[in-house]
């Protein structure tokens, strides 16, 4: 049986072929996303490790309690580290923020200033300089790192303005450029470098981020540091510190390789449907085949064990083959990276390690295999006696009781999760969102099992307009795609998949934009704002009182606020002034007194408080005050801190603090261009206080929604490639089936154009049932996982790009059966009448 087997591939090659290339592309799909990542954490770890080499120890400050922010070492800290016995030398690290001026004045970075990092000299120097040199001893030099110097064009010999904590501005001759190396952090906020001195001054920094120790013995000398700094630090070697550096640096790594084997799973999922389609399809093709081997002696496991021998040595190429072209896409998007610019490290080598081989090798058996042990085990229901029949015995199908039992308890289970999911559980919870992705699931299921059933209707539906429009050739393929309701189900219900989820992601994201702008407009539909990196109080009153007297501008709104500590927690209390006016759901807010307090929401449901309850606040200004709730208000999307008091209130609490936010709205009839010169104007001599309109704010919205939209579309595309090639085999192998009646069809007068116009419109129609219920299924799970995410969602359906996936899903078909048409239309009518 074995060499029958074999025998059996070596004479029908192409009959496997598209069944090794959907195996071939999910394989190398998942083993590319191995191989892309483990280049990457191979990159970090050589980047990490060359750095961390030259410290034999690092003395690490802890956590502030709050969780926010660093605790600094302080300099005495230092002093009893060089005191140690065996340290060579000590040197501490300054970090904190240090906004860069781009060329335009104003600060890099619309949210995070740039970070300002202090270069030492000597062997525990860690910054990689790639042009010009370090600082050195220059308190008025500066290095920045190469990416934001390219971003913003300074080059080596500029000169450069940074601002100090208090928005005072300072020139530095930029002396060199350097690369950030694995700090995630700085790749993000840009980084500038300085001698230790001046990174103090310009942060304002009390003390060290960190202090690197040279000596001999790590281990040894990581006691006796430990010992001088005492329970206030963390010691840890220069290999565990290249441990912990490489571990986050590689966060973002594994939260990319999840989400792309993501994708390779579902396309796993495709190939499996595929696979199982086309030895279902050949099981029933070779029925006199294996009858005949019966009759000769082999018994059922045997011809259940050729069955699983082909599908075994299938997998095997398909998934040696996959791997080969995951090595390539590594390859490739590695060079891709490079040439982007992205801060990776693109410049290690790219390796196929042995675990990914093994993944690759296990997971393409497994789905191969695994697909085909039901078309095998239908393989052993062959009775000898078949041998006798001169045709393939067409396929029946009969909706039992136990699938129509089953297909109801699927199809109630999964619409009551998403119901319960987007109806009942509260909005913007993970759980709600988990409960409607398993009703999509259950639903899923039921659609698979439900499939053969629901092929004849659809396919009648679907197939109405060609019936009528094609003739003859309209009509039988519309007869065909329901002929064989099983076989049909399963060629549209790999495309189904895909579809689904492209429908899916559409809808979400137009939901998405649309809920969020009429958020946007309810809260605050503003037509400019001026606001500071990460939206600190840092702008004078003068500029929203001066904004306010301009005839240009119809209304001014300024917003302040600042951080206290209650018994639960810190939050912000602020106050406001101009014409703004939340959505109240209890009390007032139309005058806010002395000793009175609005609360948002979320804030009051976490204080467990409601209207006409008080609360203690310590103040900076006036002690402890306490204050009652007047009113609760919509906290989500509003613009105002968590507690809110009257303006006059605020001042006599905290003092006369700057504005963190100001909201300029136009007068009708004004020329947006005349009053955005006059809010710039008004903004032009602070840099750091930035000018963005609600339509640059909700542009960027779009582009990122846009952006993530044609990601996960091209991603997507694997499975719904995959599933074209289904279609494809699916006819192809059809044709063989069905040589004689088409070649009947042509003794009748059927026509070669006529023939494979039919099997085109027959793929036609089988691509659009499978887009028909993926834009179903994809549409109301889309509305339940709006539902699920965001409060008061709106949903909207992309009806352009929904018709889009439908039209490119049927002519795709149509694609697919080009070839298996062509084949069929040139076969000799004598020769097919012949074939028995």
Known sequence: ????????????????????????????????????????????????????????????????????SDAVLPEATLERVRAVPGVTDARGLVRGPAPLLGKDGKVVGRYIPTTAVSVVTGPLNRTSIVSGTGPGSDDQAAVLDKNTAKAQGFHVGDTITVLDTKQGKHPFKLVGLFDPGVDQELAYTGALGFTTATAQRMTGAKGYHEIDVAGADPARLKQTVAAAVGGGAVVKTGAELADSLASAAGVEVETLSIGLLLFGLVAMLVAALVIYNTFNILVAQRTREMALLRCIGATRGQVFGSVLIESLVVGLLSSVLGLLAGY??????????????????????????????????????????????????????????????????????????????????????????????????????????????????????????????LVKPLSALVGWLPRRLFGVPGRLAVDNSGRNPRRAATTTVALTVGVTLMTLISVITASMRVTMDAKLDRQFPVDYALVTQAGEAAIPRTVGDGLRARPELASVVQIRGTEVELDKGRYEVGTFKGPIKPQVTTGSMSALGSGQVAVAD??????????????????????????????????????LAALTVGERQFDEYFGTLPDAQVMVNIRDGVPAEQARKVVDAAAAAYPAVQVSSSTEVRGQFDETLDMLLMIITGLLGLAILISLLGIANTLSLSVHERTRESALLRALGLTRPQLRRMLSLEALVLGLIGALVGVVLGSVYAWAAMRAMVTDAVFAAPVSQIALFVVLSGLAGVLAAVLPARRAARASIVGSLATG
Do not use: C, W
């Open 328 to 453: 390539g896409l590594g390859s490739l998007t590695m060079l891709v990276l490079g040439s982007l610019d992205v801060p990776l490290p693109t410049d290690a080598a790219v390796t196929l390690a042995p675990a990914t081989v093994v993944i690759g090798l296990v997971l393409g058996l497994a789905v191969t295999v695994g697909a085909a042990l039901l078309p095998a085990r239908s393989a052993t229901r062959v009775a000898p006696m078949a041998a006798l029949r001169t045709q393939v015995e067409e396929q029946t199908f009969r909706t039992g009781a136990l699938r129509a039992l089953f297909a109801a308890i699927f199809v109630l289970a999964g619409l009551g999760a998403a119901a319960v999911g987007a109806l009942v559980m509260k909005p913007g919870e993970q759980t709600s969102l988990l409960v409607v992705m398993g009703g999509g699931a259950l639903t899923f299921l039921a659609v698979l099992i439900l499939g053969p059933v």
């Open 1 to 68: 049986m074995l060499k029958t087997a074999l025998a059996g591939l070596r004479a029908h090659k192409l009959r496997l072929l598209l069944t090794s290339l959907a195996i071939t592309l999910g394989v190398g799909f998942i083993a590319g996303t191995f191989v892309l990542t483990d280049t990457i954490k191979a990159g970090f770890s050589q980047r990490v490790t060359a750095e961390a080499d030259k410290v034999a120890v690092a003395v690490l400050a802890k956590k502030a309690e709050s969780g926010k």
């Open 602 to 639: 979320n804030a009051a449901e976490r204080l467990g408080v409601r209207v006409g309850d008080t609360l203690p606040v310590r103040t900076t200004k006036a002690g402890t005050v306490t204050l009652k709730v007047a009113a609760v208000y919509t906290g989500e999307n509003a613009p």
